[in-house]
């Protein structure tokens, strides 16, 4: 067999949106799944199931793929180490990948680049967040450093009394990290990807909107956005990714503040696929699966021009309705120009189920594309 096998940890949307790419090319992509129904089992060919915190279970899951890859972040950092020590190909290697587990050692890393943070701090009591919160001002956002998403760990903090509320918060673990509350414009994503060999590239930045700190929509590239901002933000992403020694795709999620510093602040780093990036798909001449693959087999890397003047991505959430396809005839009829892309996952409310992705043809204004594709997404979601 000529053709490299690339094994992904975890089989959510992220890794069964990565099979098409890698069928296109003629790799082989196997998934560690956490059950036999999740997400990506459908999509490839060999999905053994197992849990990623067991060693052994990667080790055996390793064995025979020519990279090893993830879906998420959330598998153990030293066992990575320890899978490369035994001669695993990793990629991104776990030293890099801790910036994107570890909201604190993220924080320090980016202090350390000169790159802008937002005041930060980390806590060990609710008496340090008070004192954060008197000397820098009132609302701070509280962060479990490790194992949140979609805002799972993130609570925004008004007064002294709502930190005393949050003492339980370092039950699951201490420090915390405070950062103050930015009063940002809006938030943008700068997606990267990065090869071993270190050829990297930018995709256009983006807008994202976040709606319950889940993302909800993405507009591409972010309307209005300063070009000054937009070189900056993509230059912050590739020195990031290039000093940290990252591989594989890189999203930057960035609050944009006019007039403040160089106009953005760094949010977070994920170091995967990004649901900020999944407007590439089908709006980039190299979407953001395909280019992850590339990368982490240390291939050339892929254009990230833009296919059109304007692309917007707008998520689904689950709702009432249990039945997706129902909608399918109205959406598709709605707008012959989406793309729907549904990730087979069962319906539970407010679960990222699928997104659909228009392209703007350059007559069109945003609001205008915007309003297209939340028509479809919701047809889809309500099933009419
Ligand atoms: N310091 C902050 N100031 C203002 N809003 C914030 C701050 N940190 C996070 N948020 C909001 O909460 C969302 C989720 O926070 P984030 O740190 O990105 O956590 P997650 O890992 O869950 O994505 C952000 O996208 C943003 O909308
Ligand atoms: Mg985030």
């Not at 290697?93 to 937002?118: F, S, T």
């Not at 689950?318 to 909608?327: E, I, K, T, W, Y």
Request: hydrophobic content about 45%.
């Amino acid at each position: 067999m000529t053709f490299p096998v690339i094994g992904v940890v975890g089989g959510g949307q992220l890794a069964r949106m990565m099979a098409p790419a890698a069928v296109a090319l003629g790799f082989h992509l196997h998934v560690l799944a956490e059950a036999e129904d999740v997400s990506a089992v459908d999509a490839v060919a060999q999905s053994p199931v197992g849990d990623y915190q067991d060693l052994d279970t990667l080790r055996a899951f390793a064995r025979g793929v020519d990279v090893l890859t993830f879906d998420h972040e959330h598998v153990p950092n030293e066992h990575l180490q320890t899978l490369i020590a035994e001669g695993v190909n990793v990629q991104p290697r776990p030293d890099a990948l801790v910036n994107a587990q570890d909201k604190l050692v993220m924080r320090a890393a980016i202090e350390k680049l000169g790159l802008p943070n937002p005041l930060w701090a980390a806590v060990a009591s609710v008496a340090e967040i008070t004192a954060f919160g008197d000397s820098n001002g009132w609302p701070v956002v509280l962060k479990m450093p490790r194992g949140g998403y979609d805002g799972k760990g993130v609570k925004v903090l008004r007064s002294d009394a709502e930190a005393a509320g949050a003492a339980d918060w370092f039950d699951a673990m201490s420090p915390l990290l405070v950062e103050e509350m930015v009063p940002f414009s809006r938030e943008l994503s700068a997606l990267v990807a990065r090869t071993p060999s270190g050829e990297a590239r930018a995709w256009p930045v983006a807008e994202s909107i976040q709606v319950a700190g889940v993302c909800d929509e993405v507009i591409a590239p972010a309307p209005g956005l300063p070009a000054s901002v937009a070189e900056q933000a993509q230059s912050a992403a590739l020195r990031i990714a290039s000093e940290l020694g990252v591989t594989g795709v890189m999203a930057a999620e960035l609050f944009e503040t006019p007039g403040r510093g160089a106009g953005y602040l760094i949010n977070e780093l994920a170091m995967r696929p990004h649901n900020t990036g999944h407007w590439t798909m089908d709006g980039a001449v190299t979407g953001q699966f395909e280019q992850h693959l590339r990368a982490v087999l240390d291939l050339p890397l892929g254009s990230t021009a833009a296919l059109g003047s304007i692309v917007v991505m707008k998520n689904f959430l689950g709702g009432s309705n249990q039945d997706l396809f129902s909608g399918y005839r109205a959406a598709l009829a709605a707008e012959p120009t989406v793309k729907v892309h549904s990730y087979g996952k069962s319906v539970r409310p407010g679960r990222k189920i699928g997104h659909v992705n228009v392209i703007g043809s350059p007559d069109d204004d945003v609001a205008a594309v915007r309003a297209r594709a939340t028509t479809v997404a919701n047809i889809i979601r309500d099933g009419q």
